[in-house]
């Protein structure tokens, strides 16, 4: 049905956009493709006018401004921090028990980064956090363990599949292939028209996630008492622990229009154990970066019942000072695990206590978020 006939303002507007390409009077030949960055005789856009001046255009554009695709993000904050801290006391030890890790939360927050609003309007900001992780055993050592330098942490980023034994020796099965998470964890401060709120989260290698406010400030927890180390202004440790974990944490925290970061995938990980070598000390498995979720299959009907277990621990802590963070129970008659959320733990480890039990294989499938 038509909607009648167009007025004679409508005709000649349209008449007029029909010669407008006409009317260039510029000394050059129009690209259909590249318009030039300044023309005297057009109005110059904010972001050619920033550019022409040598700065970066701070105000966001509008979504039907962007290309297709572009998120219109805008400039990025970002720090890197190192932080040593203990995972455990011993003189909490008690004989036939262990130290609790439990009595240790993660409390204490280090600054990293903070971005707000350039135009005091609330708006998203996606933050991501990474980080590796080394942890190593202190007990049985005459002095506390000290920070390692920041270069050495980056040599040791790579963790691998070994056996823990008891008194924290290893037994090394693979070369170092599986990046090293740490288990600090972080803390998100977002200053919105509500005021000013918190969450806290696992890091587990990497996270991301997108918050909407006018500013987003992101935290490094990290167990008392331990601390931020600097190699310029070096500090000692004298908190004796049975173990120690250094940290390289970094956050990065963009301005966005929009973002999706629904994408996941698998990372799966296999192990054949033999139960004759080495009964009773576990099988470590790193958790790759940006799990969340974790299954454990076996191609042994029942491992349960031959003598498998399987739990989340720290890795490198000596086994004996109850480092163990939960247990992972096969399902009764079957082959496998449910599908588990992964707590706040770097490694996986499946312990074989009958050594008449067959070799067997397994294959953990991790739910990765990238």
């Not at 260039?24 to 129009?30: C, E, S, T």
């Not at 695709?69 to 904050?77: C, L, T, Y």
């Not at 135009?119 to 933050?127: L, N, R, T």
């Not at 996941?264 to 139960?275: H, Q």
Request: proline share 9%.
């Amino acid at each position: 049905m038509s909607k009648g006939r167009k007025t004679i303002k409508q005709m000649r507007n349209a008449e007029r956009a029909s010669v407008q390409r006409f009317n260039d009077n510029g000394v050059y030949l129009p690209n259909p493709d590249a318009q030039p960055v300044y023309d005297k005789h057009k109005p110059i856009p904010s972001d050619q006018k920033a550019l022409a001046f040598g700065m970066e255009p701070i105000s966001p554009k509008r979504l039907w401004q962007l290309p297709y695709g572009d998120a219109g993000a805008g400039q990025s904050v970002y720090r890197r921090v190192q932080v040593f801290y203990p995972l455990n006391n011993l003189d909490d030890f008690i004989p036939g028990l262990g130290a609790r890790i439990s009595e240790f939360p993660y409390s204490k927050a280090v600054a990293i980064a903070t971005n707000r609003s350039s135009d005091q309007k609330p708006q998203y900001f996606h933050v991501s956090i990474y980080g590796i992780g080394v942890r190593r055993n202190g007990r049985g050592l005459p002095a506390p363990l000290q920070p390692l330098p920041q270069s050495e942490i980056l040599n040791q980023q790579f963790e691998q599949i070994f056996i823990a034994l008891a008194g924290g020796g290893v037994i090394p099965l693979t070369e170092r292939f599986i990046p090293s998470v740490p288990t600090c964890q972080a803390r998100v401060m977002v200053h919105d028209e509500s005021g000013q709120r918190f969450f806290d989260c696992d890091v587990l290698g990497n996270r991301s996630f997108s918050v909407y406010g006018w500013g987003v400030t992101v935290f490094v927890l990290i167990k008392s008492p331990g601390f931020e180390f600097d190699e310029q202004n070096p500090q000692t440790n004298e908190t004796r622990a049975d173990g120690y974990e250094d940290d390289v944490v970094g956050a990065r925290i963009v301005p966005i229009f929009s973002n999706k970061t629904d994408n996941v995938e698998n990372r799966t990980i296999g192990i054949t154990i033999d139960p004759s070598f080495s009964v009773g000390n576990g099988r470590i498995i790193p958790v790759p970066p940006g799990a969340r979720k974790v299954q454990i299959f076996s191609n042994n009907p029942d491992p349960a019942a031959a003598g498998f277990e399987a739990e989340f621990v720290y890795g490198r802590v000596d086994p004996s000072a109850r480092n163990d963070v939960g247990t992972i129970d096969f399902i009764a008659g079957q082959s496998k695990t449910a599908i588990i959320d992964i707590p706040n733990a770097p490694s996986v480890a499946i312990i074989p206590t009958n050594a008449a039990s067959p070799v067997t294989g397994f294959s953990l499938v991790f739910e990765v978020d990238p």
